[in-house]
DNA sequence: CATGAATGAGCCTTCATTCAT
DNA sequence: CATGAATGAAGGCTCATTCAT
């Protein structure tokens, strides 16, 4: 158990908070006094507790990281599946975490924010959090493709695959603006999911045997 | 040169600096004095010119879709040739007009931030930008499809293919991060633009077969 | 003909518009700004012809003065009639001058604000405006009286009647909170001021007997 | 006695000066540095215990209200009384409660700008100042003319009394140049009151006679 | 371990005035 | 005689941090 779990309960109220209101306004949007006032703490409690405000974010990434380690299993499916299946469950998996609102919703706003206002923290992000998605994804593209894939084309697969899935969640007020008709409840996921497997599926198939 | 000049030429160059700096450092976290500093204007300057920071940045926006606009063009492919030869040439002239070293460095910056820090001014952009653009491969992807594709499915690949050019700019650091042997120079994007095509052709023929 | 009217027409446009906005936000609060746009003047039109909003303003009592000194006549009246119908008279005629939709609207606009926020010039207000007026009814006084009244009760009511016809202007707004039903229509100011002749005639009539 | 005050010592004081600089100066005029210098506190500091100007002249003009409240039942003399001795007595006791150099010198001017340049406030000053103190000679002159009289007559004499008094508050500067003999010393204010008084009295018996 | 009080640096804006033409 | 352009001083607000208890 880490360190921001031990010690009292207002610490623990501002990680939480803090993390909320980081994932939707960014570092340095967010203002301590909003974060205090929501965790029903003191104006001094950020500094006290974290140092000041530079530090409770470092610390919010770390939390961010250690929750989602835990889900990232998630993403990895059954390593028995054919590549295909496993294509299929890798989209389904990620689109659901990014985009229903299930326990973190402050997670992926977060890691979004990070990545386009990046701040020292970025490193931390991307080693713990997007290579290890980027790495299933790859070795599932790697598998489709065969041993004999140059590395080039496995990474411009996933690059692909990873751009549709993301795409949804970064650029969503466009996305809804394009075609407001689309719809996001879970079926309308799955068959997101669906189509975005089967599209890629058949896009690296054909490249595949044409490039050898 | 004194300090008083004739016509606009300090609200030019206010435009110009602000223009990058607000590419640079997004709205709220662009600082007057700076822009001013950089323009060699007064404080006073931005007031003076364009009524306040707010408006200066509504000003820098429109002479970004000016000058976008000019570009446009430039993606509207004969109209002549085949669907797939205009697809081609879509993502290329995209790619290229996104990534090359061209003209103003600051512009694709500056909607950067505009979409993941939304301002009142997201609206004209997504009308005078996006949608334009957006349009012009809806409209290629239809005719892959043929008179009898469902709209939904249409916009589907449109965001599929968007979204597989856009990630290339919108994650550049974490793309660069994930494979780092990936090149940009003029070579490199036409391969890039090539592999897109191709591999969206395939998924939208694949799928335009199945799902009738 | 004074110099105000001499020179230019911006000039003259310019002391009109300030004289109004000075009457509506008094001296400070009026900005050089909304006076140049009022007037249709540029901003530095005040320096140039004025010398500064100092002497702009200025300029503007000195006008006022003139105006008010060819409109005090009105109060003057017919010297032949009895004393209480003189006082009827300048009553009615005071009331009427400061709370009808005349002429110079911002002229007891501009007094009052002198008066409760004074500057350099209230002196010139007091001795071209005020005493005048002041010296029409306390003669109108002194006359009810007779001859042998103490000079300090024939200014205790002057200043009686005045309050009762001032406070209808410089606490209209309260008066009207206080009384909602009251009008101020020519209808309704004739019988006010009727009122107030009688009211203050009956006082004084009382005192002069009892006090001798 | 270091920076860091118990209790609400800074606040205190912040009040306190706020109080003496907007009776000086008004709101807009008044400057929160001058206010912060006076009471020795820090420019942020209106901020942090007020939330800003707009709301320190807020707390301001409730903290006038209830200094005047106090002050109040000195008007409401005894109720046993006859309705011409309680118009002395009101007289009197609202003479001397505005001019006497009393308690919070601040108090009067600062309702006067209040009036003057009305903010929101004036609401609030009018309900809980303004009103009861109208009230109380309200009801008084009702008792002198008898049940049987107009509302609208009791509200005219009603302002009639008022102007008299307020005239020596609101426009003090004027009247003692148009009449220099004139003495506020309690003994003067007595003379003063007991003029006023006999002076209305007879104004509105006279009235009362001739029109029903 | 925790907090209410206070601070100061930084920022945007307003506004009368000045400059050069 | 007149103006568009530019300026600088001053004001108020935000916000992370620091202090003393």
Redesign the interface.
């Known amino acids: 158990m880490s360190h921001y779990l031990t010690g009292n309960e207002t610490r623990a109220r501002l990680l939480e908070v803090a993390a909320e209101v980081f994932a939707e306004q ?1 570092f ?2 967010a203002k301590a006094q909003d974060i205090c006032q929501r965790a029903q703490a003191n104006l001094a409690a950020i500094n006290y507790h974290f140092g000041g405000k530079e530090q409770l974010y470092q610390a919010v990434i770390h939390y961010a990281i250690e929750v989602d380690e835990a889900l990232l299993p998630h993403l990895a499916v059954d390593a028995a599946s054919s590549p295909e299946e496993r294509l299929l469950q890798f989209v389904k998996a990620f689109l659901f975490g990014m985009l229903s609102p299930g326990r973190p919703a402050w997670h992926s706003k977060l890691m ?2 990070e ?4 701040t020292a923290a ?1 490193d931390l992000v ?1 080693e713990h959090l ?2 290890p998605i ?1 790495d299933l994804l790859y070795a599932i593209v790697g598998d489709l493709l065969g041993v004999k894939a140059a ?2 084309r496995v ?6 695959v ?3 899935c ?2 949804y969640h ?2 969503m ?3 809804v ?3 407001p ?2 719809q996001f409840d879970p079926a309308a996921l799955e068959q ?1 999911a669906e ?2 497997a ?10 595949a045997d ?1 490039e050898v």
């Open positions: 960014g340095r949007h979004l924010h990545v386009s206002n990046p970025l991307i997007v290579r980027h590395p080039n990474a411009f697969f996933t690059t692909s990873m751009s549709q993301v795409i970064s650029s007020e466009i996305v603006r394009m075609n008709s689309q997101l189509r975005i089967r599209f890629s599926l058949a896009g690296i198939r054909h490249c044409i």
